[in-house]
Structures are given as C-alpha cells and as structure tokens.
C-alpha cells in the first residue's frame, strides 16, 4: 500500500533540485581552500594548507572568531531562558494579549534586518552607548528570540498536560513535576531552538554590520573587509573550517536527541 505521507515525485524532484543548488558551491569552496594559486583552484604542487594558516594566524580574524563564538553562545543561553517560559505561558495559559505577545515575539523576524540594524544603531547612538559588544549581543538575542520559540511551542503543543497531572496527583510540586516529566520531552525543541539560534548569530551580518566597532567585530564582517581588501583563498579556509563545524554539530545533534526528532520539531 502506497504511504500517504510520500511526497509527490514533482515535489520530491524540486525539493532535490533546491538542494543541489545550495550544496553545489560547497565542494568548489572547500577544494580553493586547498589550491594552490591565489585565484583559481589548481593543485599543481599538490594540496596546499597556507591558506588555513594564514587564518587561524591572523590576528583580527582570531579576534572576530572570538566574538562571534561568545555573542553566539550568550545570546542562545538567554534566548532559550526567555523562550522557555513563553513557550510555556503562550501554550498552557489563556490571557488577554497573548495572540499580541507572541506577534511582539515575532517581529524581529519579519523586519529587513538592514532595518533592524539601522535601528539598532539610531538606539545605541541616541543612548550614549555606541556600537560594540554588548549591542550586538542584545540586537542578537531579540532576533533569535522567535527562532528558539517557535521550535518549543511546536514541541510543547505536542505534549499531553495529563502527563504532568499525573504526577502532581501523586505528590509531586508543580516545578518538579515540570522538570522530570515535561522538560526531558521538550529536549528537541530545546537543542533545535539553540542551534538556530547559535547558527543565525554566527551567520548574521545585515545586523552586526551596524553596530560594530573598530575594537569589536565579528566574523562575516571581518571576512567581508578580508575579501573586499585581499584576493585570497582566506576567506575559502575559513569557510571550510564553518562547514566542519557545522556538520559536527550535525553529529552532535544526531547523538542527543536524533535528527528525526530535531526535524519533526
């Protein structure tokens, strides 16, 4: 009997093609990374690692990678600390305002992020601040905000709140209940809200590119004064090292809760 959740062959056919187009640049980029020759990719003198060496030995690409790895992690920790208990109170509670809370939550999303940069930037300015550190990782939490919510939800919609009751009614507190019955289920929603979140941070340039500063910049903005100013395969090496980065924290999502789980939420 045929599945009724197969996907039609026209569906399937486009679905293959969009994704070839994404992950067709990849090998190219990964291959320059290893050439030899400044501007076309050629490995007459065999592999060539001179490329990763001159990123990781630069000094302000260590610098931005540095910032953008600990904005990245602040703002995933307190975007899931703030989506947690909206997930919860959009879900199991009824309030006025709640449709407004949660369109509020989710404006960053539907802004132009030069818009929201530019924004930004007016605040900090007006303010006294500036741009820099902080502003950026306050920027990046309100935009990643929607995406560790969103997953959450989804997940927390999908559990029956019999579960929880049950164990209060065997004496269990609300929060312990909470925590030994319902958190553990929530588990992929968790880690595909924070890999959004940690992954659109890193990635993110309509916004940072507003507000850093001399002293402070991140990684795609470092990158794009690399390739603006210098015709190498730097920037190449830095990508490849991304891309090995981002398909060990495939595995590494795979290993705690299984990509069926992580897409399904």
């Excluded at 599945?3 to 039609?8: L, V």
């Excluded at 490995?43 to 690692?49: D, P, R, V, W």
């Amino acid at each position: 009997m045929k599945d009724p959740r197969a996907a039609h062959p026209l569906v399937l056919g486009s679905a293959m093609a969009c994704l070839g187009f994404i992950i067709l640049p990849l090998p190219f980029i990964i291959l320059f990374a290893f050439s030899t020759n400044h501007y076309t990719i050629s490995f007459a003198g065999g592999i060539s690692f001179e490329w990763f060496e001159s990123f990781f030995s630069n000094t302000r690409f260590m610098a931005a990678l540095k910032n953008s790895l600990l904005i990245s992690a602040i703002a995933c920790v307190t975007s899931l600390a703030l989506a947690l208990p909206t997930a919860i109170l959009a879900v199991r509670h009824e309030f006025f305002g709640k449709q407004a809370l949660l369109t509020f939550v989710s404006a960053p999303l539907l802004v132009p992020g030069v818009i929201v940069g530019t924004a930004a930037l007016g605040f900090v300015s007006e303010i006294g601040v500036g741009p820099g550190f902080w502003p950026i990782t306050v920027a990046m939490i309100a935009l990643t905000l929607p995406l560790t919510v969103r997953p959450i939800i989804g997940n927390l919609a999908g559990l029956p709140e019999e579960l929880e009751a049950a164990a209060r009614n065997l004496g269990a507190s609300r929060f312990t209940a909470f925590r030994t019955v319902t958190l553990p289920q929530l588990v992929p929603g968790i880690v595909a809200g924070a890999t959004f979140a940690f992954v659109e941070t890193m990635d993110n340039f309509a916004i940072t590119a507003f507000l850093t500063s001399i002293s402070t910049t991140t990684l795609p903005i470092e990158a794009y004064s690399y390739i603006r100013d210098i015709d190498d395969p730097t920037v190449a090496a830095m990508a490849t090292v991304l891309i090995v980065l981002s398909v060990a924290l495939v595995f590494i999502v795979e290993r705690l809760v299984g990509l069926d789980k992580f897409l399904n939420d």
